[in-house]
């Protein structure tokens, strides 16, 4: 069953709202949400969860990570440097919002089935500091990343992420190509 945009407009505002500090930032944008035909109390816990989660990534507001990750969280495609546990990602969004400071991320795509969660988003910014000794000059950052969470008693629990380094390298100017 697809939900239409504006229900998870809505609901991604509920959590801006209830999050304090992140109600300066832009809402979450979700272009679409697919649950199974007979959506479960465990989709809507799931559903939660991913919301709060991807809130953190468009924001930083690590109010928003508390209210999404598990503490047993465990980062399963964990990159070399980051934390495993549920401090790792708050690890990567501070070391990339240093590089991005105006980090977004819009969400493509959520699909549920029970306690998974897979996600097809956008990061968006501009390479206005520093990343690898590389200083930004204000160029635009755009990148595609999928995800796929578990949900284990209405929190993230475990996470496999795959993003679009080569493309964010080059924009960047790390890597030529």
Request: proline share 5%; hydrophobic share 45%.
């Amino acid at each position: 069953m697809r939900v239409p945009c504006l229900m998870a407009a809505s609901a991604a505002a509920s959590i801006i709202l209830a999050c304090g500090s992140a109600a300066l930032a832009a809402p979450l944008k979700v272009d679409e949400i697919v649950h199974s035909s007979k959506r479960s109390a465990r989709e809507t816990a799931a559903e939660k969860a991913a919301m709060h989660f991807y809130e953190f990534w468009n924001t930083g507001d690590e109010a928003s990570l508390k209210m999404a990750i598990s503490p047993n969280f465990v980062d399963r495609t964990l990159p070399p440097g980051r934390p495993q546990g549920p401090g790792g990602p708050a690890f990567a969004s501070k070391a990339f919002r240093a590089a991005v400071p105006d980090l977004s991320v819009e969400v493509r795509k959520m699909v549920f089935s029970g306690d998974y969660v897979t996600v097809h988003m956008v990061f968006r910014g501009h390479f206005t500091g520093e990343f690898a000794k590389v200083k930004g000059s204000g160029q635009t950052i755009e990148f595609i990343a999928t995800d796929l969470l578990k949900v284990t008693n209405s929190r993230v629990s475990d996470n496999w992420h795959i993003e679009d380094n080569l493309t964010l390298l080059k924009q960047m100017g790390i890597v030529s190509g």
